[in-house]
T-cell receptor, first 115, second 113 residues
């Protein structure tokens, strides 16, 4: 069964460093998403992406964040200058077209630890 | 703004039915979802219901929606040890592509032997 994959599973970085989190969505999906979950808190929507541009973004998704689909398979989230409060689990998700767009499938997540 | 609330823990005996409840605030929510998260894993889509439906059944899972009270429930029949997980309720305004989901904090389902 097709699935969303994410790399790395765990990333440790120092405050102020740039990180890139990588995702491979399900191959025929058209909509891509990033969410994050700070430990003990809710899963929060960050951004959605369709047709090579951002469709929707939350208040969390400020200028420090950017997303890109550099090729036909990868979808990345970049944090330019990480802060301690960026430590969280980051989930990538994708959904298909038509009625399939209602179903968002999530990857296993990347745990980001900022020290 | 949108908000989704769930109780944090539910403990049931193996073989009994589990009922996990969720309330949401936004009356314009179009789609409501249940996701399951096992330890160390991502979020698995279990089922979802459109706001013009009252009930949806899928094998051991039954979703009930009371739109007037903005209340959603997930019933798991014949609960097994493999059902032990965190269950997240989520809602979507538009339901279609590119719409971000708003999640609850999740309910930890604990199965007693």
């Amino acid at each position: 069964e097709p699935e969303v994959t994410q790399t790395p599973s765990h990333q440790v970085t120092q405050m102020g460093q740039e990180v890139i989190l990588r995702c491979v969505p399900i191959s025929n999906h058209l909509y891509f998403y990033w969410y994050r979950q700070i430990l003990g808190q809710k899963v929060e929507f960050l951004v959605s992406f369709y047709n090579n541009e951002i469709s929707e973004k939350s208040e969390i998704f400020d200028d420090q964040f950017s997303v890109e689909r550099p090729d036909g398979s990868n979808f990345t989230l970049k944090i330019r200058s990480t802060k301690l409060e960026d430590s969280a689990m980051y989930f990538c998700a994708s959904s298909g077209s038509g009625s399939g767009s209602y179903e968002q499938y999530f990857g296993p997540g990347t745990r980001l630890t900022v020290t | 703004g949108e908000d989704v609330e769930q109780s944090l823990f539910l403990s049931v005996r193996e073989g009994d039915s589990s009922v996990i409840n969720c309330t949401y605030t936004d009356s314009s929510s179009t789609y409501l979802y249940w996701y399951k998260q096992e330890p160390g894993a991502g979020l698995q889509l279990l089922t979802y219901i459109f706001s013009n439906m009252d009930m949806k059944q899928d094998q051991r899972l039954t979703v009930l929606l009371n739109k007037k009270d903005k209340h959603l429930s997930l019933r798991i029949a014949d609960t097994q040890t493999g059902d032990s997980a965190i269950y997240f309720c989520a809602e979507s305004m538009m339901g279609g592509g590119a719409d971000g989901l708003t999640f609850g904090k999740g309910t930890h389902l604990i199965i007693q032997p």
